[in-house]
C-alpha cells in the first residue's frame, strides 16, 4: 500500500515508517521537523518538508506524489503533545492540532483518498474514575492538549460520513521506550515526560527530579498510567491502516496495556539500574489521578496484543539515552 506519514520524522511516526517499511510498504513522509529530525527517517522512505498548517504546500506535496501513485491511506502523527504547554499555550494546540487535521482532510477529500489513521490520545477521558477506559466510557478532558484531540475526533468522524471515507483512531495511553536497534527513541530539548525524566536524572544528566503531586487517590498517592512501548504501538498503525483498507468498519481504539504504574513505581523500576534521586513537589495543573486502557477492542478487531513490559520500556530508553546522551 501507498502511505503518507505526517509527522513521520518525530518520536512515534518513525516508528510507524520503520514497522510500515519492515512491512512493504510505499512510504512518504511529510514533516515540519519541528520536533523530529530528518536522521529519524528510514531511507526507504521519501521524505517532504512541509508544515500539516500550510494548505498550500500540502496540496502541492500530494499533487506531486498522486502522480507517481494513488495513497491507500494516510497517518497523521503531527500534533503537539505536551499537557502543560497546552495548559499554557492553548491556542497554538488548537491551531497545529484542529486546524492542521482539517487542512489534511481538506488535502485527502480533494485528493479522493479514503482512509486515515489518527492518533489521539488518553487524555480525551478526563478525569476518570473508573478502573479502566473503555472506548465508551464518557469524553470530558480536562486539559486544552486532550480537548484538541476530541475535537479532531469528533471532525474526522463527521468528514468520513460525509464523503464516505474510514478512520481508524488510536487513543494512545503513556508511550515510551526506544526502538531495540537503539537508532530511533525520544530525542528532544525539554522534555517532560515522566520516564526520560527518572532516566535522565538516573545517568546523572539532570541532578534530580520532581514528582508532581502524592495526595492523590491512589495507594502510593503518585498518579497511576498505563506505559506502552512505542514499537508496540507503531506496529498497531500496520495492522489498523490493514483493518479499514481492507473495507472494515471505522473504529476508535485504545493502545494501551491495560496495567498501570504509579510514577513511584516507574522511579522504583529506574532505580533497579541505576539511583534516582527525586523529591515531592506540589501537583501539577491538567493531571488526572489514574488513567488505564481497556485493550480489548485492539485484540478483538486487530490481534494487537502488546508484547513489550514497563522493564523493556525502561531498558530501552535507558540504553538509548546512554548512546545518544552521554558524551
Ligand atoms: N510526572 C512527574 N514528574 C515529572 C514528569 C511527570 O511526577 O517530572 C508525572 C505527571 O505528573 C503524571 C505522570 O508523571 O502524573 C505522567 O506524566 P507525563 O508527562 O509523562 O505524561 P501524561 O500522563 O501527562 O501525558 C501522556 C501524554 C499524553 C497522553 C497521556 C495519556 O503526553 O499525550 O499520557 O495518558 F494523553
Known amino acids: 500500500m501507498k502511505v503518507c506519514v505526517i509527522g ?55 499533487t506531486e506524489e498522486t502522480k507517481l501513485g494513488h495513497f491507500d491511506a494516510v497517518m497523521h502523527f503531527a500534533a503537539k503533545i505536551v499537557v502543560p504547554e497546552s495548559v499554557s499555550h492553548p491556542l497554538e494546540y488548537y491551531h497545529n492540532n484542529v486546524e492542521g487535521v482539517r487542512i489534511m482532510l481538506k488535502t485527502m477529500v480533494n485528493q479522493g483518498i479514503k482512509n486515515v489513521i489518527f492518533s489521539s490520545t488518553a487524555a480525551v477521558y478526563g478525569d476518570v474514575k473508573k478502573d479502566v477506559c473503555t472506548e465508551e466510557d464518557e469524553l470530558k478532558p480536562i486539559n486544552p492538549y486532550g480537548e484538541s484531540k476530541l475535537a479532531s475526533e469528533r471532525m474526522i468522524h463527521w468528514v468520513a460520513q460525509a464523503y464516505d471515507m474510514n478512520y481508524c483512531i488510536f487513543r494512545y495511553f503513556n508511550v515510551a521506550g526506544a526502538h531495540e536497534s537503539l537508532k530511533i527513541g525520544l530525542k528532544r530539548d525539554n522534555l517532560t515526560h515522566i520516564i526520560p525524566i527518572t532516566v535522565q536524572t538516573a545517568l546523572k544528566l539532570r541532578d534530580s527530579m520532581v514528582v508532581f503531586g502524592d495526595d492523590y487517590l491512589t495507594p502510593d498517592g503518585t498518579c497511576i498510567r498505563d506505559y506502552i512501548h512505542v514499537a508496540d504501538l507503531a506496529f498497531a498503525h500496520v495492522l489498523g491502516m490493514k483493518y479499514i483498507v481492507n473495507g472494515n468498519k471505522s473504529a476508535t481504539i485504545n493502545l494501551g496495556s491495560s496495567t498501570g504504574y504509579s510514577v513511584k513505581q516507574v522511579i522504583d523500576e529506574v532505580s533497579l539500574h541505576l539511583p534516582v534521586n527525586f523529591s515531592i513537589g506540589p501537583r501539577r495543573p491538567g493531571d488526572p489521578a489514574k488513567l488505564i486502557a481497556s485493550s480489548d477492542r485492539a485484540k478483538e478487531l486487530l490481534g494487537w496484543i502488546p508484547k513489550r513490559t514497563l522493564k523493556d520500556i525502561i531498558l530501552t530508553d535507558l540504553n538509548f539515552r546512554r548512546k545518544h546522551e552521554i558524551r
Open 8 to 62: 513521520g520524522a518525530g518520536y512515534i511516526g518513525s516508528h510507524a515508517v520503520l514497522e510500515l517499511v519492515k512491512d512493504g510498504h510505499d512510504v512518504v513522509v511529510i514533516d515540519n521537523l519541528s520536533t523530529g529530525t530528518m536522521d529519524a527517517v528510514d531511507e526507504k522512505a521519501r521524505f517532504y518538508l512541509g508544515d500539516i498548517t500550510d494548505e498550500i504546500k500540502l496540496r502541492e506535496i500530494f
